[in-house]
C-alpha cells in the first residue's frame, strides 16, 4: 500500500483521451503513449465499467473493475484485511504452498510441500512422509476408532480398533 500510495501521489506522464473527441462515450487513461493506435497499457471507462489493458485498446483486458453489474473481476488481490459475509472459493493456500484447504472436497492437508504430510477428510486422517501412505486415523462404520500404520517403505498393515463405551475409550 506504501508503495502504490508513492506511485499515485508521484505520478507523471500518462495521457487522459477522451474518445471519440467530439461527443465522447468513454475515458481512456494511456500509459505509455499519446496515441491510442500505440498505447499497450491503458485503463479504459465506459458505460460497460472500468478495465485495464496491458495489450493495447482491443485488449484482451486482464482485470474488470466496476462493471455495469456491479461486479468485480480481478486477477490478483492484495488485502490487508478482508471482511465478508461469504468467501466462495474452490482450494485456499498459505503463501507457501504448505497449508491447503480444499472447499470443493471437504480436505485441509497440513504439510502439503513437506516431508510429512497430514491429510484431514470427513472421518479420518491420512497420515504421509515423503508422499507415500504410512497411516490413517479414523471412525469406523460403528462409530468406533481405527488406527492403522504401515511402513510407508513396504511391509504389511497393521489395524488396531479402538472401541468407545460410555464415552470410555478401550
Request: hydrophobic residues 35%; negative net charge; without cysteine.
Amino acid at each position: 500500500l506504501d508503495e502504490m500510495t508513492k506511485a499515485i501521489t508521484g505520478a507523471s506522464g500518462g495521457h487522459v483521451v477522451l474518445n471519440p473527441s467530439k461527443n465522447p462515450q468513454e475515458l481512456l487513461i494511456l500509459i505509455d503513449s499519446d496515441n491510442i493506435e500505440t498505447a499497450t497499457k491503458l485503463y479504459r471507462f465506459n458505460a460497460a465499467g472500468l478495465a485495464y489493458s496491458s495489450n493495447g485498446y482491443d485488449g484482451p483486458y486482464s482485470a474488470g473493475f466496476l462493471g455495469a453489474d456491479g461486479k468485480l473481476i480481478i486477477n490478483n488481490v492484495t488485502a490487508r484485511s478482508i471482511s465478508a459475509d461469504l468467501i466462495r472459493a474452490g482450494t485456499i493456500s498459505s503463501e507457501s504452498g504448505d497449508l491447503l484447504i480444499n472447499l470443493n472436497s471437504s480436505t485441509v492437508t497440513a504439510g502439503a510441500i513437506s516431508e510429512t504430510k497430514t491429510v484431514l477428510q470427513s472421518g479420518h486422517i491420512d497420515l504421509y512422509y515423503n508422499d507415500k501412505y504410512s497411516g490413517r486415523i479414523g471412525q469406523t462404520a460403528d462409530n468406533n476408532i481405527a488406527i492403522e500404520g504401515t511402513n510407508p517403505n513396504g511391509g504389511a498393515s497393521k489395524q488396531t480398533n479402538l472401541d468407545i463405551l460410555d464415552g470410555q475409550l478401550f
